[in-house]
Structure formats: C-alpha cells, structure tokens
C-alpha cells in the first residue's frame, strides 16, 4: 500500500525559504517519478515539479528558478526547496507518484504572508 506524508510546511514571510519533505513507504521509491502538487484555496490542483527515476526534472513556469525538487532513494524521500516564496504560493503542498496516482497524502500547508 502506498503511503506518502508530507512535512516542512509553514508561515514565512515573502522573499523567504521553506524546504518540504515527503517520505514515501509501499512501493519501489527509486523506480518512480515523484511530483509535487500544490492546491490553493478556492483552486484546482496543480502540479509544481517532477523528478523521474533518473533525476531529470521539470518546473511550472510559475515557480522555475525558485524552486528545486530533488531525491533520496537511501532515504524514499522526496524534498521540494522553495526559494524566494511570493504570498501566491500560498497552498497546501502534497507529493504524487505515478506508481499511484490515487495516492495522496494529507499535505502541508505553506502560508506566504508578512
């Protein structure tokens, strides 16, 4: 059974920094890409990164050069470091895989505010 939890959400001010985590448990972690998605209120669901098993990644325009998701197989970890955060940013953050895409976790909350 697939399981994923996420962490590191928090308040921080604009221009600031938050690093999440999400450590994953049921499958093959290093076989699989992970994502992260972020759901604001009132918004669908959007996908804000991917790293494939391989390590290659991929951003939404709205957060490329801010943003960098990385891995740890050793650890079936996904993290997602958010630079330079806006007060858009503001969202519940949640990690996916395609492995289970019906898979989601409880998320964390990112709140951008000063």
């Known amino acids: 059974q697939v399981q994923l939890v996420e962490s590191g959400g928090g308040l921080v001010q604009p221009g600031g920094s938050l690093r999440l985590s999400c450590a994953a448990s049921?499958?093959?972690?290093?076989?699989?890409?992970m994502m992260w998605y972020r759901q604001a209120p009132g918004k669908q669901r959007e996908k804000v990164a991917i790293i494939t098993s391989g390590g290659s990644t991929d951003y939404a325009a709205a957060v490329k050069g801010r943003f960098t998701i990385s891995r740890d197989n050793a650890k079936n970890t996904v993290y997602l470091q958010m630079n330079s955060l806006k007060a858009e940013d503001t969202a519940v953050y949640y990690c996916?895989?395609?492995?289970?895409?019906?898979?989601w976790g409880q998320g964390t909350q990112v709140t951008v505010s000063s």
């Open positions: 049921g499958f093959t972690f290093s076989n699989y890409a």
């Open positions: 996916n895989t395609p492995r289970s895409p019906s898979s």
